[in-house]
């Protein structure tokens, strides 16, 4: 597995894994889906009924930082507007992780922590994701989260507390929200990077983004800069030529 890839950033990006890794899947039951593929690989899998017809999710956290429920209900949503999965799509919150106390993280850091404590892996027609909420930093701070393989994202939830929830400063729902959802746009393969853009709306300098400042997979969002102009609770919305992109792959 070339877990050198994973220390790759894209410019003012959260992370893509470059890896080719096709290992044997760590998912039981006989399976050979393999979750080190590179973001968005694993994309046309997520969107269309083809081959998977559920999702189910998994998010572990770290002690002090438990997700809200709001943004997962948002998540949700978010995702069955754009996902054929008729058998349904789940999200369970599992594990309260103690502090690594390993701050700033790399995305090697991260994807140990899944190793450790991820149970669900993706079996039969049920394709299987996994969010780790970390507490303190990313290296590079001002990132709130990122993907680093093709089912696998990270959210640093100690930072999104820290520009979220007080006065002047949107709501952590708002915040989460944006970031889950925005991460989750790249693990669908936007913008261009596994799902196919339509037409051009990517943004060359900042790899993997839309050039459409309004839109979610803008790459500002995933900022905290970005996130303090979050005041009226709007969270950002893929816009018409990400959406387009996504049901030429085989969503909605």
Known sequence: MKLHSLAFLFVSLFIFSCS?????????G?????????????ANGFLSASEYTSLTIEVDYVAGFQPSQAALNNLKSFLESRLHKPG?????VDDEISSPGQSPYTAQEAFDLE??????????????????ILDGEFENENVLGFAY?????????????SISGGFGQP?????????LNHEFG??????DNGTPAVEDHVDEANGAHCDVESCLMY????????????????????????????????GK
């Not at 080719?20 to 039981?28: A, P, Q, R, V």
């Not at 349904?88 to 369970?92: A, H, L, N, S, V």
Request: hydrophobic letters at 35%.
């Open 171 to 179: 709501s952590k729902t708002t915040v989460e929200t944006a970031v």
């Open 20 to 28: 080719s890794s096709s290992g044997s899947n760590d998912g039981g």
């Open 149 to 161: 393989f093709n089912t696998s994202m990270a959210l640093m939830g100690e930072r999104i507390e």
């Open 115 to 132: 190793q450790e404590h991820r149970d669900i892996y993706t079996e039969g027609n049920t394709l299987a994701a996994y969010f780790i």
């Open 186 to 191: 790249h693990i669908l393969g936007l913008v």
């Open 88 to 92: 349904g799509i789940t999200i369970t």
């Open 30 to 42: 006989g399976t050979t889906f393999s979750h080190t593929q590179g973001v968005g690989d694993t």
């Open 219 to 250: 790459f500002a969002v995933r900022t905290s800069d970005f996130m303090s102009n979050l005041m009226g609770g709007e969270i950002p919305e893929l816009d018409a030529q990400c959406i387009q992109d996504l049901q030429a792959n085989g």
